[in-house]
């Protein structure tokens, strides 16, 4: 059931020409060379250290690795980071 | 995001948490809406971050549910400001008594400046300006307006015409039109002329009286020229006599002119020094360089310090060295004797009026003798040798 509602969604992005991270309540990562990460649409915060950001997404997570991080703003569904990027990883559940 | 200059005047904290589960902590704050920003992993289990100070009530249920432990850091912004100023008022103080000199000096009258008035008519306006306040170190808002000032003016002094009333700044401006007044007529009390000196008359131009000589005639000095005394026998009236009498008269003059002189001249250079002196002792001020001049003269002014209305025993004194230099100077003997000429005609010219002329110069005598020359001068003037003699009623 969860499986097709997430199959007819892609259908209905692809076909009105819809942006996905509304319709699909994806992630939007903008990344600002590697020196600033913005992600939108998280659902909270795993681990973090000046190393490592881990994030919880609707489906599955999100890992950033780098150096000295810190998280600039931190809103319920928004985060910016900043520090040296290295890595954006999905890890899926 | 937020602007961070607006966390300014809600007040902001830094805060250190540390134990088990610092990012749940976090997330736990978010929900409940609370503004988090900079957040920094300092160690192993320790994160900190800043939030606004608004929110530290919400912030205790939430770290008791936790299992970490709280801190607070640097604190931040207008509330902490405020309570710093509080802390040391001294400041404070200080700023508003400045704001508070600054606001009544700039308040004050620093000059009264007269312009196109006579000096005496200056002094009046002056004077009544004092009466009315307006003077240095008055305050502005305690004066009449300048319009007022400029009606009470003209009201009050008579020889004015016009007043421009300005306030510039902390300057009075007065701009002065005086009224032409008709020059009252000299009274001159009744008179006789009579001659200065020993002369032969050359020419005469009598007003008012009764002339007694004519053209080419030899007076001796004190003689009558013009009587006040005017009518035929009888009917006589004494009337101020008024004239010009031109005569020739004769001068004599000696110069003596040595052919060498030695002066002191000014250079023009000069060093400036300034010092602050107590009683005898005097410490420079400024400048500081060495004299090196050979001969020079010293010039010093001096000007007692005042506070207030008093005079302090500090005197503030400027001391001028001008470089001076010696100029020997030598004649022919031909040279000298024409500046000796020159000179006696000087001489001659500043002891005559104006309208007296010299007609005719000699040469007397001329020698030279210890390297000076001796002149003897005879000059023929033409001038106006007419003298007022009061006339002395009843005799």
Same mark, same amino acid.
């Given at each position: 059931m969860k499986k097709w509602r997430q199959q007819v969604k892609k259908w209905l992005a692809n076909q009105l020409e819809l942006p996905a991270d509304v319709v699909m309540d994806l992630p939007r990562i903008t990344m600002i060379g590697h020196i600033h990460i913005y992600i939108e649409n998280h659902r909270g915060l795993l681990t973090f250290s000046d190393k490592e950001l881990r994030l919880l997404l609707k489906q599955g997570q999100l890992l950033v690795r780098g150096e000295e991080f810190v998280i600039k703003t931190i809103l319920p569904e928004e985060i910016l980071l900043e520090g040296k990027i290295q890595q954006v990883v999905y890890l899926d559940q | 995001?937020?602007?961070?200059?607006?966390?300014?005047?809600?007040?902001?904290?830094?805060?250190?948490?540390?134990?088990?589960?610092?990012?749940?902590?976090?997330?736990?704050?978010?929900?409940?809406?609370?503004?988090?920003?900079?957040?920094?992993?300092?160690?192993?289990?320790?994160?900190?971050?800043?939030?606004?100070?608004?929110?530290?009530?919400?912030? *205790?249920?939430?770290?008791?549910?936790?299992?970490?432990?709280?801190?607070?850091?640097?604190?931040?912004?207008?509330?902490?400001?405020?309570?710093?100023?509080?802390?040391?008022?001294?400041?404070?103080?200080?700023?508003?008594?400045?704001?508070?000199?600054?606001?009544?000096?700039?308040?004050?009258?620093?000059?009264?400046?007269?312009?196109?008035?006579?000096?005496?008519?200056?002094?009046?306006?002056?004077?009544?300006?004092?009466?009315?306040?307006?003077?240095k170190g008055a305050f502005q808002f305690l004066l009449d307006p300048p319009e007022i000032i400029q009606k009470k003016l003209t009201d009050r002094i008579d020889t004015l015409t016009w007043v421009g009333v300005e306030l510039?700044?902390?300057?009075?401006?007065?701009?002065?039109?005086?009224?032409?007044?008709?020059?009252?007529?000299?009274?001159?009390?009744?008179?006789?002329?009579?001659?200065?000196?020993?002369?032969?008359?050359t020419d005469l131009f009598v007003e008012e009286g009764q002339p007694l000589v004519s053209v080419h005639d030899h007076v001796e000095k004190g003689q009558l020229l013009v009587s006040g005394i005017i009518g035929k026998e009888g009917q006589t009236k004494f009337v101020p006599a008024k004239g010009k009498i031109f005569g020739?008269?004769?001068?004599?003059?000696?110069?003596?002119?040595?052919?060498?002189?030695?002066?002191?001249?000014?250079?023009?250079?000069?060093?400036?020094?300034?010092?602050?002196?107590?009683?005898?002792?005097?410490?420079?001020?400024?400048g500081f360089q060495k004299l090196s001049f050979a001969h020079y003269e010293t010039e010093s002014q001096k000007r007692p310090l005042r506070f207030w209305k008093w005079e302090l025993p500090i005197v503030y004194e400027r001391v001028i060295y001008r470089e001076t230099e010696q100029v020997k *100077?030598?004649?022919?003997?031909?040279?000298?004797?024409?500046?000796?000429?020159?000179?006696? *005609?000087?001489?001659?010219q500043a002891k005559l009026d104006d309208d007296a002329s010299i007609k005719d110069e000699k040469v007397l005598h001329a020698e030279?003798?210890?390297?000076?020359?001796?002149?003897?001068?005879?000059?023929?003037?033409?001038?106006?040798?007419?003298?007022?003699q009061p006339i002395v009623q009843g005799d």
């Open positions: - | 995001m937020k602007n961070t200059w607006a966390h300014f005047f809600t007040g902001s904290v830094q805060v250190t948490i540390q134990g088990r589960g610092t990012e749940r902590l976090v997330n736990a704050c978010l929900r409940n809406g609370m503004t988090v920003w900079n957040v920094r992993k300092i160690g192993e289990d320790k994160l900190t971050f800043f939030m606004l100070l608004k929110d530290v009530p919400r912030l *205790r249920p939430i770290v008791r549910q936790s299992e970490c432990k709280l801190s607070f850091g640097r604190r931040s912004g207008f509330p902490f400001l405020l309570k710093k100023t509080f802390a040391n008022f001294g400041f404070l103080l200080g700023i508003f008594l400045f704001l508070a000199v600054v606001f009544l000096l700039s308040n004050m009258v620093w000059g009264v400046h007269v312009q196109g008035a006579k000096p005496e008519t200056e002094h009046r306006i002056l004077k009544e300006l004092k009466q009315m306040g307006v003077e510039r700044g902390t300057t009075f401006y007065f701009q002065v039109v005086e009224k032409k007044q008709p020059k009252e007529p000299e009274q001159i009390p009744i008179r006789h002329l009579v001659a200065k000196k020993k002369a032969v008359i020739e008269t004769w001068y004599k003059s000696t110069v003596v002119l040595p052919l060498e002189a030695v002066f002191h001249v000014f250079t023009g250079k000069y060093v400036e020094k300034h010092y602050l002196s107590i009683q005898s002792f005097a410490i420079p001020v400024w *100077r030598s004649y022919s003997w031909n040279e000298a004797f024409q500046q000796a000429k020159k000179i006696a *005609r000087k001489e001659l030279k003798e210890n390297g000076k020359v001796k002149v003897e001068m005879y000059y023929e003037v033409h001038e106006n040798i007419a003298q007022p």
